[in-house]
């Protein structure tokens, strides 16, 4: 059909069904309000969708069977909202995903609370009762706008069968511009079954809202002479820069400046971690150079992010000698965790590119980055690997990342497992680090592997998952079966909600109530279950044979390694304690 | 396949990871306050708290108060009034709020508010603005006389007048509601309704940045409404 033309404009759309050719293939008319809103997908170039089916969001379901769009229907919609988002953040679009009314709503909650933390663009469309039944109780009915609220950017309820289509496409656009984020548009069933030919124009964000521009030349004179002078200057590279499709100008500044750079965790990719200016990640469990860098720079300069607490620590000893340049997207950021001396709003593109141009000398830093290279010889990421003992999870995370190529795509879940993928998996490129930060979402990572491979099938897909994480969205196995998805989830099993127990050994006395499996379910076999290849180890070469043999096998495939269940994740700051006092074991902290 | 990071590295035994304690590391001086402000913690007061009017003009459309209530309490903005109403501009509300906070905090309680996608602008007014608020007073009849000289004396008016019970309307400032509120309290208030204050800029200033009259607000000239509604009719 017409999916590779550009969208067309309001009025040639409304042309569109006078003027046709007839001999010409076209789309199928605008008859009803479902339509409508699968027609604003199209015009908005949205190529799958994720969901579940149900009797209120069934007219969508409908009026998608005459459409391109691939539909992907999931196990759950909590998964499905996890792929649209992780589709979305591999392609730099918003994903969407679909529920029904009521329960189908609630499941995509989580998904959506996820989806909003990280600053993701994603846009999720629920069916509703019929606006006549709205507030009577009525089977399935969720207030799902007023559930809702505070986790999107901004919800929908459409009311009118007329302009339903240039809601969705609204909303589609909203969810992208400025600051990404979710939203959703409630369908009631009576506004999408009613009968319409109003083809909607093309994705056009509301105009209450302003989108992002340059940066103020002044503010950025200001912070340019700030970096200019520095000696100790650091560069942070937030989730925003990944967002903004700033990496490269993000990479030039720094290495035209000579400036370290750490980054956030969602910006795990942004600077290439073998790049002798990167430290990689600061926080919790961020490296030991990149919290001892935050801790005794002079100047940092932020770029995209959001000053999560996971990232500062306590914010009376975050950075504490450092004057602050941030730079974002969104003004209510600035100064909301972290004072900022040198404002800079605006999209984090342009305004690098104007920082770029702006700062005249480099900033004599040698010193400092001998420093920063010394920390980083003091404070490797090690481990030690014991002959005959259990196996350890770093040596996977390595063994998988040496046995990938280096765009692979990695997703997670949470826990100690997701630490040990960021900190021992070498990322080099911008969205092959796919996880769940804000929210800390235990199953993400099976979903968002799905929608990841959808995303970009051409690329290796590894979801390195925790045995616990896994069990809580694993019924989506049988949707990477259905669709053939060559993905390979690596369960870092060790019997336990391993970052509680970590936590119960640190702080509760190792009272490890409610942290381990009595009983833990055979991965392998639950994977053949499924439909998919099994593989399982406990030993490093046993290991080595599953990896290889996982990612040959062209389909999704589960290994089930048996890690050390005693291994903790470190460097680690303590809850609202200093970065630069990061523990390297229990004893520390 | 090697599972160390660094190979020139000394073999690492563990627990743990490598490097020096965080007592052998060195630790800076400084600190910031709760706003993440640097500051010197012998001299740091605590952020004082100050009243602020803040005006939201939004688009007048269902749930949109709920939009700023759950904002407010999600964000634990500390909102002392809200009230709310249509303005000259079709589809347009104006929101004014009342609101404790820190410098900081009210600063995020416009911007914010701000990002709602019905807020079309918000602006924090003067000291000078000029704010109104009103209360209905419902108290005992027993002194029809005395009510009738307090509510006099503050440029009220009487509504409502029984045997039992006077009702009475005040309007001016805080000061003025809360000092009236005080005087009737000697008859026995049985109920109170209090608006919350409402407020606009003095003068030319607009009360939301770069806000303009709506087009009902403009003067009415008859001449000129009958032409054009004149040349609007086939002839
Ligand atoms: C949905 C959800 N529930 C609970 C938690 C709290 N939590 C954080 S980490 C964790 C343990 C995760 O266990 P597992 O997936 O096995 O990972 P491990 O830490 O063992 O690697 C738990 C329960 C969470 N983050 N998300
Ligand atoms: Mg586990």
């Given at each position: 059909m017409s999916e590779q033309q550009p969208a067309p404009t309001a009025d040639e759309a409304a042309d569109a069904e006078t003027t046709t050719d007839a001999s010409e293939p076209t789309q199928t008319p605008v008859t009803t309000g479902a339509a409508s809103v699968v027609r604003a997908l199209e015009n908005a170039g949205v190529e799958a969708a994720f969901g579940v089916q149900g009797g209120a969001i069934m007219p969508i379901y409908?009026?998608?069977?005459?459409?391109?769009?691939?539909?992907?229907?999931?196990?759950?919609?909590?998964?499905?909202?996890?792929?649209?988002?992780?589709?979305?953040?591999?392609?730099?679009?918003?994903?969407?995903?679909?529920a029904t009314s009521g329960p189908g709503a609630t499941n995509l909650v989580t998904g959506i609370a996820d989806a909003d933390m990280d600053s993701d663009a994603m846009l999720a469309l629920t069916g509703q009762v019929p606006s006549t039944m709205v507030g009577s109780d009525a089977f399935q009915e969720t207030d799902t706008t007023g559930v809702t609220a505070p986790i999107t950017k901004h919800n929908y309820f459409a009311s009118d069968a007329d302009t339903v289509g240039d809601t969705v496409g609204e909303a589609f656009a909203l969810a992208a511009e400025g600051r990404p984020g979710p939203t959703l548009v409630d369908l009631p069933k009576d506004t999408t079954m009613a009968e319409t030919d109003r083809e909607p124009g093309p994705a056009r964000p509301p105009e209450t809202t302003t989108p992002p521009t340059e940066a103020d030349e002044e503010s950025v004179d200001a912070a340019a002479r700030a970096i200019e002078r520095a000696?100790?200057?650091?560069?942070?590279?937030?989730?925003?820069v990944v967002k903004a499709n700033a990496t490269e100008e993000a990479r030039t500044f720094a290495i035209d400046n000579g400036i370290p750079v750490v980054t956030?965790?969602?910006?795990?990719?942004?600077?290439?971690?073998?790049?002798?200016?990167?430290?990689?990640?600061?926080?919790?469990?961020?490296?030991?150079?990149?919290?001892?860098?935050?801790?005794?720079c002079d100047l940092l300069v932020a770029v995209g992010c959001r000053f999560d607490d996971r990232l500062t620590g306590g914010v009376d000893t975050f950075a504490p000698e450092a004057e602050v340049v941030h730079v974002d997207v969104d003004e209510a950021e600035i100064s909301k965790n972290v004072h900022a001396d040198y404002p800079v709003v605006g999209d984090a593109?342009?305004?690098?590119?104007?920082?770029?141009?702006?700062?005249?000398?480099?900033?004599?830093?040698?010193?400092?980055?001998?420093?920063?290279?010394?920390?980083?010889e003091e404070y490797p990421l090690a481990y030690a690997t014991p002959e005959n003992e259990p196996l350890k999870p770093q040596f996977v995370v390595e063994a998988l990342d040496e046995a990938t190529p280096d765009d692979a795509i990695v997703t997670t879940g949470v826990g100690q497992h997701q630490m040990w993928a960021a900190q021992f998996w070498t990322f080099t490129n911008p969205r092959t680090w796919v996880s769940s930060h804000g929210l800390g979402t235990m199953g993400y990572g099976l979903p968002a592997a799905i929608g990841a491979k959808l995303a970009a099938p051409d690329k290796d897909v590894v979801c390195v998952d925790g045995d616990g994480s896994f069990l809580m969205t694993i019924q989506e196995l049988s949707v990477a079966v259905r669709e053939d998805l060559d993905i390979t989830v690596a369960v870092l099993n060790n019997e336990y909600i391993g970052m509680v127990r970590q936590w119960q050994d640190a702080f509760f006395e190792g009272r490890r109530m409610a942290a381990d499996y009595d009983w833990c379910p055979d991965f392998a076999k639950l994977a053949e279950a499924f439909g998919a290849r099994g593989f399982s180890a406990e030993s490093y070469d046993e290991a080595a044979d599953a990896i290889e043999d996982a990612l040959d096998y062209d389909g999704p495939s589960v290994i089930d390694f048996h890690i050390d269940p005693a291994e903790n994740v470190y460097p680690m700051v303590s809850?609202?304690?200093?970065?630069?006092?990061?523990?390297?074991?229990?004893?520390?902290? | 396949?090697?599972?160390?990071?660094?190979?020139?590295?000394?073999?690492?035994e563990g627990p743990g990871m490598p490097g020096p304690a965080p007592e052998e590391r060195p630790h800076p001086e400084g600190r910031r306050n709760t706003h993440g402000v640097r500051i010197d913690p012998e001299a740091e007061a605590k952020p004082r708290q100050r009243t602020a009017v803040v005006s939201a003009l939004v688009e007048h459309e269902p749930g949109v108060l709920s939009r700023v209530s759950g904002l407010f309490s999600r964000r634990q903005f500390n909102i002392e009034s809200l009230t709310v109403g249509k303005t000259t501009v079709d589809g347009h509300a104006?929101?004014?709020?009342?609101?404790?906070?820190?410098?900081?905090?009210?600063?995020?309680?416009?911007?914010?508010?701000?990002?709602?996608?019905?807020?079309?602008?918000?602006?924090?007014?003067?000291?000078?603005?000029?704010?109104?608020?009103?209360?209905?007073?419902?108290?005992?009849?027993?002194?029809?006389?005395?009510?009738?000289?307090?509510?006099?004396m503050y440029e009220g008016e009487t509504l409502d007048a029984g045997p039992r019970t006077i009702t009475v309307q005040i309007t001016g400032d805080q000061q003025k509601i809360d000092d009236a509120v005080d005087a009737f309290r000697q008859f026995g208030i049985i109920e109170i309704a209090r608006t919350g204050q409402t407020a606009l800029a003095r003068g030319d200033t607009p009360t939301t940045p770069g806000e303009e009259p709506g087009?009902?607000?403009?003067?009415?000239?008859?001449?000129?409404?009958?032409?054009?509604d004149a040349d609007d009719e086939p002839n």
């Open positions: 409908d009026a998608l069977y005459d459409s391109d769009i691939h539909h992907v229907t999931m196990a759950h919609e909590q998964g499905a909202a996890h792929a649209a988002d992780a589709y979305g953040v591999v392609r730099g679009e918003p994903g969407v995903c679909l000696e100790k200057p650091l560069l942070l590279f937030g989730g925003g956030t965790m969602p910006a795990i990719g942004s600077m290439p971690e073998d790049h002798e200016l990167c430290l990689s990640w600061a926080g919790m469990h961020g490296t030991g150079y990149a919290n001892m860098a935050v801790t005794h593109k342009a305004a690098l590119d104007q920082l770029t141009e702006a700062v005249d000398d480099a900033p004599d830093a040698r010193e400092w980055r001998q420093q920063c290279t010394t920390w980083k809850s609202g304690g200093a970065n630069g006092k990061f523990a390297l074991s229990e004893d520390q902290l | 396949m090697s599972g160390e990071e660094s190979t020139d590295a000394p073999e690492f104006r929101i004014t709020l009342v609101v404790e906070e820190t410098d900081a905090g009210i600063d995020q309680v416009k911007k914010q508010l701000g990002k709602l996608k019905p807020v079309i602008q918000v602006g924090e007014l003067d000291d000078d603005a000029v704010r109104a608020e009103l209360v209905l007073l419902k108290v005992r009849g027993d002194e029809p006389d005395k009510v009738h000289a307090i509510t006099q087009h009902s607000t403009e003067p009415k000239d008859s001449t000129y409404s009958d032409a054009t």
